[in-house]
């Protein structure tokens, strides 16, 4: 059974990543699988619960690699963000999936609720690991730590795509990593400075 859901789940990522969300259909999915279009609507319902279960599946495994990082210290969690951010702008599928999630919630109004979700749930855990680095560290960053996991999570995207489009003089791999780190120094500076300049 699990095994059945994981090749459902590993096919409808390939198909989803080629096809995009509107153009892939449940029995392309279901062929590519060696499946059975019922065994699909059985086990996820329908197109949509099958798109947010790849999601949310996806999310599970990329959080339980940055909270077994984030056991051993915050800089072994950023080390397997920096991970995860180079494994997924390597994999054509995984940077296909990454957009298209994007454009699911901007194209259809029935997903972009699940797709704030999975960002709330991605923002919450980033913004726990921040609270714990800087407990860590003893620092204050003057900002609510879900503002850094905000910029993190951007920064995260917008590195995804830098690496995959492979432009003439493409970001260092410790890109990530290091701008996270000035990002909390800047800000740490910053707040035992009295806070950011224009305000008081």
């Known amino acids: 059974m699990a095994r059945t859901r994981a090749a459902l789940l590993a096919a409808a990522a390939d198909v989803f990543a080629e096809r995009g969300y509107d153009g892939a259909s449940v029995d392309e999915i279901a062929r590519a699988a060696g499946v059975s279009v019922g065994s699909i609507y059985s086990r996820f319902g329908s197109k949509q619960d099958l798109f947010r279960a790849l999601m949310t599946g996806h999310l599970e495994g990329d959080l339980h690699r940055v909270r077994s990082g984030m056991d051993a210290g915050p800089e072994q969690a950023l080390a397997e963000l920096k991970t995860v951010l180079l494994e997924t702008a390597r994999s054509r599928p995984a940077t296909l999936l990454d957009a298209e999630t994007w454009a699911v919630a901007m194209r259809t ?8 979700d999975h960002h709330r749930r991605v923002r919450d855990e980033a913004a726990a690991m921040v609270a714990r680095g800087r407990a860590a560290a003893g620092v204050d960053l003057g900002v609510p730590d879900d503002e850094v996991a905000t910029a993190m999570i951007a920064l995260f995207h917008g590195l995804v795509r830098e690496y995959r489009l492979g ?15 000035a990002l909390a120094t800047g800000l740490a500076a910053l707040a035992a400075d009295g806070g950011p300049p224009g305000e008081p």
Not at 167 to 181: C, F, I, N, T
């Open 167 to 181: 432009v003439p003089g493409e970001a260092p791999p410790d890109l990530y990593s290091r701008m996270v780190h």
């Open 109 to 116: 109004p029935a997903m972009r609720a699940a797709v704030a």
